[in-house]
């Protein structure tokens, strides 16, 4: 079993939706990171969450180390936000990252 | 301040060859990783680093070698390349810490044929 999985893998909606994304995980951590990847582009880091909820902007990233699950939302989704999102487990030296969502917002 | 610098960005190897990725971080970063990523699985580490002059196997080692004789380098090397490490190749780094950003070079597209 990963020690991350993240669902859905793969998410189609239409401009405006409101999007959720989902990462479970089975070992301890120190942070867990929502990270984003364009087609074709780098990996830019989103948020890193130890506890509790953060927003930036139209995005909302929430964790909750009792049953190791963190979301990340999108509201008022666009075309721009299409990418894959990430979610990555901090341990004490190293980053373990789930498969990624591939999310596509269509006009 | 540059972040994390990947070199080169493109290359293409016929089966057997060698060759060496530089990772360059200019934030004095402690903690250097090397991943690659296919289709279909996400970023699975390779090697990675906690200090100058050490190195660590992550989950996919074989194949690879790294050495980190300058804190600010990490270099991952490919002694005789096979298709199976056609990849794209992504460097990270952050500082020593529990709840330390992690930063990201630009990755590294790798085709062996």
């Known amino acids: 079993k990963n020690e991350v999985e993240q669902s859905p893998q793969n998410l189609t909606a239409q401009e405006g939706e409101f999007i959720t994304i989902n990462c479970s995980y089975s070992?301890?951590?120190?942070?867990l990171h929502w990270l984003q990847q364009h087609p074709g582009g780098g990996i830019v880091s989103l948020f890193m969450?130890?506890?509790g909820k953060k927003k930036h902007g139209r995005l909302i990233a929430t964790i909750n180390i009792q049953e190791k699950h963190s979301s990340l939302h999108i509201t008022a989704s666009h075309p721009r936000d299409s990418a894959v999102y990430i979610c990555?487990?901090?341990?004490?030296?190293?980053?373990?990252f789930g498969q990624g969502t591939r999310l596509t917002i269509n006009p | 301040n540059a972040g994390v610098t990947q070199t080169p960005k493109f290359r293409v190897l016929k089966t057997g060859q060698s060759m060496t990725l530089l990772c360059a971080q200019d934030m004095n970063h402690e903690y250097m990783y090397w991943y690659r990523q296919d289709p279909g699985m996400g970023l699975r580490l390779i090697h990675y680093s906690v200090g100058e002059g050490t190195t660590a196997k992550g989950e996919v080692p074989d194949g690879y070698n790294v050495s980190r004789l300058k804190k600010q380098n990490f270099l991952l090397g490919l002694e005789s390349a096979a298709p199976s490490q056609t990849s794209v190749y992504f460097c990270?780094?952050?500082?020593?810490?529990?709840?330390?950003?992690?930063?990201f070079g630009q990755g590294t597209r790798l085709t062996v044929v």
């Open positions: 990270a780094s952050r500082e020593q810490g529990a709840f330390t950003e992690a930063f």
């Open positions: 990555a487990l901090q341990g004490a030296q190293k980053l373990v």
């Open positions: 969450l130890s506890s």
């Open positions: 070992v301890g951590i120190s942070a």
